[in-house]
């Protein structure tokens, strides 16, 4: 368990890599990142984006792949995007807008 | 994300977006260029002569025109969810319309009036094959939006406007329209604004001004409003009978569409969660303030029309002018973020990437749009007071401001991953 709560900080942390790069602020901070989930060596990250039918899906998602894969003990990586519960700003971490 | 207001992964390689950038900046420098020769005949009250009329179209076909093209090509795929149709004919209609503009203006100073029919013609064959470029895109979408129906709108505009312009060129050497020819000015300028240049203006601000200013959840009954009055006036006016039956209430439309979208605008900017805007935003609404001022100066400068040629200048510039800064403004929205979705997005994940705003300097942005809004400004206040030093040092200002933007925009095009 110990082990699982610091590969998810980890993960978490790579996350922080993904960023908006128009509001300046990672995905973590944005409050996009719903949930991650560790199966194993198998992560399984739940985002949104702010924009429902947003079309940089496939780059946030890309760079979900390759931040997540790059953490040690992770080797398979899922993204799943939802649009419930829908994103807005109130979900962005205080003090960062 | 808000990124993704102007990109996808079907959108266009940033060469075709990039061309039109590139030469629209260099309109801009050379337009402002122009206008400080010409800013003591606008003072003067002086509009109808050819190299004004030259420096006008630089503005609006090169600068406005040719910024639009290129926006549209990258903005399709977002706010249709499809690439556009022809990308090879988006690059020959750029060819064309840089062509185009090149001899037209060249050709107007020098009397050439050959040289302004082939100039006319080739700039409405760009248009025409833009908008039936436009056309077959839109046909594709799934979904039809409030975006959806405002270029839609502005495609059939596109292949109206040219067909005044051509008219107007002719009727230079064979004096055709007679006393309809500034009525038939007119219509032309109105029709292209409010036409093309505004409805495209509402579609884009629909999708990226709640982007970029982070403003969530805002009603958008207004701009739904003024795709309708902006298509219904613009309409009204590009019938080129009826006289005054037909002007007048295609006037009244259009005004009350672009106030339509001024409220849809304010709406946007005074619900945005973050409280700073960036010089390019600051930029857009010194351009809707602009426009916003045209708005009020348009019944007095249309009606007294000829009687008060400086007020009928000043609304002009107001009105060409706002469009130009709003324009100008999301030169630091569009290039900064299409530099970085194709040079630094891939890396994204892999290591930290700069942000959109971090490929710009601040300070080089706020200083050119200082630049343009106080010499746009001077610039309407040197031709009220009929003040041709105003006027004319007011353009140098102003054309210092398209110097320094360019040199900002150039500089971040050359941003590359260390």
């Not at chain 1, 949104?48 to 931040?67: D, F, K, N, W, Y």
């Not at chain 2, 006016?237 to 009350?256: D, H, K, Q, R, S």
């Not at chain 2, 140098?396 to 941003?415: D, M, N, W, Y």
Request: hydrophobic residues 60%; neutral net charge; proline residues 5%.
């Amino acid at each position: 368990m110990e082990l699982n709560l610091t590969l998810l900080e980890r993960v978490y942390d790579a996350l922080r890599l993904v960023i908006d790069p128009e509001i300046g602020l990672d995905i973590v901070t944005l409050g996009l990142v719903y949930d991650v989930t560790l199966d194993g060596d198998a992560a399984d990250i739940t985002f949104s984006l702010t924009t429902r039918g947003c079309p940089m899906e496939h780059a946030i998602r890309g760079g979900i792949l390759q931040a997540v894969s790059q953490v040690e003990g992770v080797n398979t990586v899922r993204p799943h995007l939802v649009w419930d519960p829908a994103w807005h700003p109130g979900m962005v971490e205080p003090g960062y807008l | 994300m808000s990124a993704a207001g102007v990109s996808t992964a079907s959108s266009p390689p940033l060469r075709l977006p990039g061309e039109h950038f590139a030469a629209g900046l260099g309109a801009f420098v050379c337009g402002a260029i122009g206008l400080v020769l010409v800013a003591p005949d606008l003072a003067r009250g002086a509009f109808f002569l050819p190299h004004v009329v030259a420096v006008v179209h630089l503005f609006t076909l090169g600068w406005i025109m040719v910024s639009i093209f290129g926006a549209l090509c990258q903005f399709l795929p977002v706010a249709v969810d499809r690439a556009i149709r022809w990308e090879w004919l988006a690059h020959v209609t750029f060819a064309l319309q840089v062509a185009g503009v090149l001899i037209f203006v060249g050709a107007l100073p020098t009397g050439s009036a050959r040289g302004v029919h082939i100039g006319a013609a080739t700039i409405s064959a760009a248009f025409l094959l833009f908008a039936i470029n436009l056309a077959a895109t839109l046909a594709g979408a799934r979904t039809h939006s409030l975006t959806w129906w405002a270029l839609a709108g502005a495609s059939l505009f596109l292949a109206i406007t040219p067909v005044f312009g051509v008219v107007l060129a002719i009727n230079l050497d064979q004096g055709l329209l007679g006393a309809e020819r500034f009525v038939t000015i007119a219509r032309h300028v109105h029709v292209a604004i409010g036409g093309v240049v505004l409805l495209v203006m509402v579609g884009v601000a629909h999708r990226l001004l709640p982007m970029f200013l982070l403003a969530h959840g805002v009603d958008s009954r207004a701009g739904g409003i003024a795709v309708g009055l902006l298509f219904s006036g613009a309409l009204l006016l590009a019938i080129p009978i009826g006289g005054m039956v037909t002007a007048a209430p295609g006037a009244i439309l259009l005004a009350a569409g672009l106030l339509a979208f001024l409220v849809q605008a304010l709406a946007f900017y005074r619900h945005r969660v973050r409280r700073h805007i960036d010089p390019g935003m600051r930029l857009a609404a010194a351009g809707l303030i602009g426009l916003a001022a045209a708005l009020i100066a348009a019944p007095l400068a249309l009606s007294a029309g000829l009687a008060n040629p400086q007020l009928l200048i000043a609304y002009h510039l107001l009105l060409l002018g706002g469009v130009s800064l709003f324009v100008a403004g999301h030169y630091y929205k569009i290039v900064p973020f299409l530099i970085w979705y194709h040079r630094f997005g891939p890396l994204v994940g892999l290591r930290p990437v700069p942000k959109v705003h971090e490929l710009y300097s601040a300070r080089a942005a706020s200083i050119a749009g200082g630049l343009l809004m106080a010499g746009w400004l001077g610039l309407v206040v040197g031709v009220i007071l009929g003040s041709p030093l105003v006027a004319r040092a007011s353009a140098l200002v102003f054309a210092a401001g398209t110097i320094v933007e360019a040199i900002a925009v150039a500089r971040i095009a050359q941003r590359r991953p260390a």
